[in-house]
């Protein structure tokens, strides 16, 4: 069966340390969005884990645009090996 975005999304958030975890979530909440979107509260971040975090990113972004802010953020975080392989993964 074929890997959909939010088991693309989920391979990644799964791979980071709990330190970057965090820092993700933080850096998530005030990243700029495009026009249209909103950040995902932070109070809403704090809470999530990996499978919430994931569903999160989609329902505010949608696919292609939740594949492109995480990896923007995981840059910003420096994991910059996640963000190119998520956007390997996901073409």
Partial sequence: MEKTITDHLMFTLENLQ???LKKFKLKLHEFPVKKGCNNIPLGTLEKADVVDLSQL???F???DYAVQVTADVLR???CR???QRLL???G
């Fill in 81 to 83: 090996d996640e963000a």
């Fill in 18 to 20: 709990e330190n970057e």
């Fill in 76 to 78: 910003a975080i420096n």
């Fill in 61 to 63: 972004y949608m696919e």
């Fill in 88 to 90: 390997s993964l996901t």
């Fill in 57 to 59: 990113l989609l329902s």
